[in-house]
């Protein structure tokens, strides 16, 4: 299969904060491309710049070459792959199917045995960059799979980001967004702490930023998510609830290896109660109203 505009048909399924802006770079790279998701009034902006919407996903995925799926929990991810109306159901052989959502390594391996069963092709690939790397075009992609389904993808891959790794067998790269998440987990607690000790010490936070978030201190979220802080944007560019989940998986993975994660343990319990106070559909920098 050759992936190239004007040559593939691609279908986006989740128009959510990251898929809106992934799907439209595809539009816009000169791809036909067909998209599904559960309100079509999130779709109506990329509709009225040539998209075309399909009413399920089995119609969607009768119709595509190539069906990327960027959902919230790994519960849609096994209906939108393996339910009645499902993608296995229905894309035709030789289809290629990349989920980009966060999901469970082990459902990512279950998806790729099934879809073989059906002459398909199937790549787990999630992404880190939020929003702002989802609107830019520089998500970081991580992922797992057959190598040369992987290599004939990347063209496609790199409409949408920048740092594109193929990682390994099937549930590679969500293993490998996994530890993309524990490293942020324990991270936002160390940045929400240090913005928060500098207004207790009476400095001005955006001046503190601009010496530590230059040094050693640097970081994606201190540089990102801190200026959301500082300013109290809590708007999502990641949602708190996605975040826990993702968390859930890693600590389920990380206790069926043996492995402890102090530092993931303490991340979840400080946003569990981030929800309790009502900011589970905000952005991961509402953590910062716990130190507030």
Same mark, same amino acid.
């Given at each position: 299969m050759s992936v190239e505009p004007g040559?593939?048909?691609?279908?986006?399924?989740?128009? =959510?904060?990251? !898929?809106?802006?992934?799907?439209?770079?595809?539009?816009?790279a000169g791809y036909e491309l067909h998209v599904h998701t559960r309100t079509r009034q999130?779709?109506?902006?990329?509709?009225?710049?040539?998209?075309?919407?399909?009413?399920?996903?089995g119609r969607l995925s009768r119709k595509c070459d190539v069906i990327i799926t960027m959902v919230g929990f790994p519960a849609d991810v096994e209906d939108v792959y393996l339910g009645p109306d499902g993608i296995l159901n229905h894309a035709g052989k030789g289809t290629v199917v990349i989920d980009m959502t966060t999901s469970s390594p082990?459902?990512?391996?279950?998806?790729?045995e099934q879809a073989k069963l059906f002459s398909i092709e199937c790549l787990d690939a999630p992404v880190s960059? =939020?929003?702002? !790397?989802a609107l830019n075009a520089t998500l970081s992609i991580m992922a797992g799979g057959?190598?040369?389904?992987?290599?004939k993808m990347i063209p496609l891959f790199e409409v949408m980001g920048k740092n594109i790794v193929f990682q390994g067998k099937a549930g590679s790269g969500q293993h490998t967004k996994m530890a993309n998440q524990i490293a942020i987990a324990a991270g936002m607690v160390a940045v929400c702490?240090?913005?928060?000790?500098?207004?207790?010490?009476?400095?001005?936070?955006?001046?503190?930023f601009k010496s530590i978030g230059q040094g050693a201190a640097g970081s994606w979220s201190l540089n990102n998510l801190g200026p959301r802080m500082i300013a109290g944007d809590l708007e999502p560019g990641f949602y708190i609830k996605h975040f826990i989940k993702d968390m859930k998986i890693a600590i389920a993975s990380s206790s069926r290896s043996g492995l402890r994660t102090p530092g993931l343990d303490l991340a979840m319990s400080l946003y569990e109660?981030?929800?309790?106070?009502?900011?589970?559909?905000?952005?991961t920098q509402a953590l910062f109203k716990l130190f507030e």
């Open positions: 040559q593939t048909s691609v279908g986006f399924i989740g128009l =959510g904060v990251m !898929g809106q802006s992934m799907a439209g770079h595809i539009l816009n999130k779709a109506e902006i990329i509709l009225s710049k040539g998209a075309v919407w399909e009413d399920t996903v082990d459902l990512a391996v279950r998806i790729y960059g =939020g929003d702002l !790397g057959d190598k040369k389904i992987f290599d702490e240090s913005l928060a000790y500098a207004k207790k010490a009476g400095l001005d936070p955006q001046t503190v109660k981030t929800v309790k106070m009502g900011y589970e559909n905000k952005g």
